[in-house]
């Protein structure tokens, strides 16, 4: 195995790490915002994202959003009961394991979220060339 050449880092370096990580807090500051103007919660959206964009096209488990959302099981849990309870999503189980339940979006939810990823996905747009101009100075040095 290779050893990595240490470097001392530089201002710059910091500079950099401190730019990018001030670039990625305006975006979640305005994620959550925009949720909540759409009268649901940070974690909710997060929950609905994770379930709309599983891989595969996929109705996954509380188990598999447990894991995308970094949250315990019991949590997932509770913010599924909150969005079931509000008309947004939709518990199924599972034909050929009754004891797996798959988490799927209801058309509200679906409307809902599709109004917020145009504007989350307008706001990225609107970032790119300093998110990319930060990436970029990281560079190559592995």
Do not use: C, N, W
Not at 6 to 12: D, H, I, Q, T, Y
Not at 71 to 78: F, I, L
């Amino acid at each position: 195995m290779a050893q990595r050449r240490e470097r001392r880092l530089e201002a710059r370096d910091y500079r950099m790490l401190a730019d990018f990580r001030y670039a990625l807090r305006r975006f979640l500051r305005f994620s959550e915002a925009q949720a909540r103007q759409a009268g649901l919660t940070p974690q909710q959206h997060q929950l609905l994202l994770a379930i709309k964009g599983f891989p595969g096209g996929l109705a996954p488990s509380v188990g598999e959003v447990a894991e995308r959302l970094g949250v315990r099981h019991h949590s997932a849990v509770e913010l599924a009961q909150r969005l079931e309870e509000a008309g947004l999503l939709a518990r199924v189980h599972d034909e050929q394991d009754r004891r797996r339940v798959h988490l799927r979006l209801t058309a509200e939810a679906e409307e809902r979220l599709a109004r917020l990823s145009e504007s989350h996905l307008h706001e990225l747009r609107r970032l790119r060339p300093v998110l990319a101009e930060l990436v970029e100075a990281v560079g190559d040095e592995a």
